[in-house]
């Protein structure tokens, strides 16, 4: 298992930026695939990014895709997610998982950290 806990998020204005980072412990860490999901108020849990053990591969969902940057640091065992542009619609609690298979799905990641919000003022 692989223990999660995300930090970065807070209040930003429109067109502003954020990391996020999500700290990990656990042997597995830096064989694992990681992923970022978000869920706004009212609505289902979503796919944001996600990228394989080694960095070589990542995907994006096509609402942040060429705003956002997904990316890992093994040697300090943490996954960061870089936001650009931001725009009111990316206001969510942001999470970051981690599986042994890379995916686009929830069902992928069996490790989940506990969230950290985001806003996104108009």
């Known amino acids: 298992q692989v223990q999660l806990v995300e930090s970065g998020g807070g209040l930003v204005q429109a067109g502003g930026s954020l990391r996020l980072s999500c700290a990990a412990s656990?042997?597995?860490?830096?064989?694992?695939?990681e992923a970022w999901f978000r869920q706004a108020l009212g609505k289902e849990r979503e796919f944001v990014a996600a990228i394989n053990w080694d960095g070589s591969t990542r995907k994006y969902d096509d609402s942040v895709s060429g705003r956002f940057t997904i990316s890992r640091d093994n040697a300090k065992n943490t996954i960061y997610l870089q936001m650009n542009s931001l725009k009111p619609e990316d206001t969510a609690v942001y999470y970051c998982a981690a599986g042994p298979m890379l995916g686009m799905d929830a069902s992928f990641f069996g490790s989940w950290g506990q969230g950290t919000q985001v806003i996104v003022s108009s």
């Open positions: 656990g042997r597995t860490f830096s064989t694992y695939s």
